[in-house]
DNA sequence: TATTGTTATACTCTATAACTATA
DNA sequence: TATAGTTATAGAGTATAACAATA
């Protein structure tokens, strides 16, 4: 441990957090990497993926969605929408029901099972998140999700 | 539009925003996506990608580390960081030096040009940030990073 | 002509295992 | 034996183009 590697590694910034800090978009991209990581966790006692999970609630929350409406919703293309729509309806978590007078569309339901699920995995999710984000004050908790809101709305695209 | 699902759509939450709002880490996530296409936008114009720029940026800072502690620093593998090191050693920004008493590692350093990219980057960075982040107060940015990194601190792993 | 769902495809990212040369 | 860098590879994730059925 005498040469100069490690000598200029020892130099480095105290936090033991690195030379980028001072960006916001670096500490909001570590702080994703946590929350993802835990989010995986928890959603693979349900096999869900984080994407799968997010379809299936909102297709629970807003019954009758077609494809195009949900990958809007999920901000990913139509066509990455489709295995995964294969993969609930293969579970029989949701179905694709025909809709009156356009048969292009598939009116996206859930089944009473798919329902469940997705209450039971919200209810664990929402439970997780709690527990992970329990390092800040309530007030904080708030306060962080306020200022995301307010930046998201405002800087959109 | 006088069918279930656009009618069913038509109820949906107010804010635009979806179902999955209560979470906090969605509302990272949505926020880190703009972020992040607001950072690629920027060093496309640099010829960097966002992990090509933090390791430059780390060499810069802390010249000779070896690929294995920059590696860890970034948290990528290191056999994901040997192209990232080609393209940067193939556009003469960094140089992989020989250290001293250990011929398997490689010490990293920054050339002339390599450190001038990094500082014409890092400002444009930081400069566009604080363009995105214009529509949040001072106080609100603070706070922000300060929650992000108490939560990270807290969190790790 | 335009749209919906779909298929095929390509490109990036990421993770793992195994090799080589050195220690 | 263990470590540093490297190669190869496989799996996700993502973006684009084109097709069939339908509007």
Redesign the interface.
Same mark, same amino acid.
């Given at each position: 441990m005498t040469? =100069?590697?490690q000598? %200029?590694?020892g130099? +480095?910034p105290q936090?033991g957090? $690195?030379?980028? =800090? $001072?960006? %916001?978009?670096y *500490?909001?991209?570590? +702080?994703? @990497? %946590?929350? /993802? +990581?835990d989010?995986s966790r928890v959603l693979a006692d349900y096999d869900l993926r984080a994407v799968s999970f @997010?379809a299936l @609630?909102?297709i629970v *929350?807003?019954? $009758?969605?077609?494809q195009t !409406?949900l990958a809007d +919703?999920l /901000?990913i293309e139509r066509s990455n929408l489709v295995t995964i729509i294969d993969e609930l309806a293969g579970r029989a978590l949701i179905i694709r029901a025909p809709?009156?007078?356009?048969r292009r569309?598939h009116?996206l339901m859930p089944t009473t099972e798919g329902r469940k699920l997705a209450e039971a995995a919200q209810h664990s999710?929402?439970q997780h998140?709690r527990a992970?984000?329990a390092?800040?004050t309530v007030a904080?908790?708030a306060?962080? !999700?306020r200022?995301? !809101?307010?930046?998201?709305? =405002?800087?959109?695209?």
């Open positions: 040469d =100069a590697a000598d %200029i590694a130099n +480095a936090g957090d $690195g030379l980028l =800090a $001072g960006y %916001i978009g *500490g909001m991209k570590r +702080a994703m @990497s %946590i929350v /993802q +990581a989010l @997010s @609630s909102i *929350g807003e019954p $009758g969605l077609t !409406q +919703a /901000q809709v009156a007078h356009d569309r009116a999710v929402a998140e992970l984000f390092c800040l904080e908790q306060e962080l !999700q200022i995301l !809101q307010k930046f998201r709305l =405002a800087a959109k695209s």
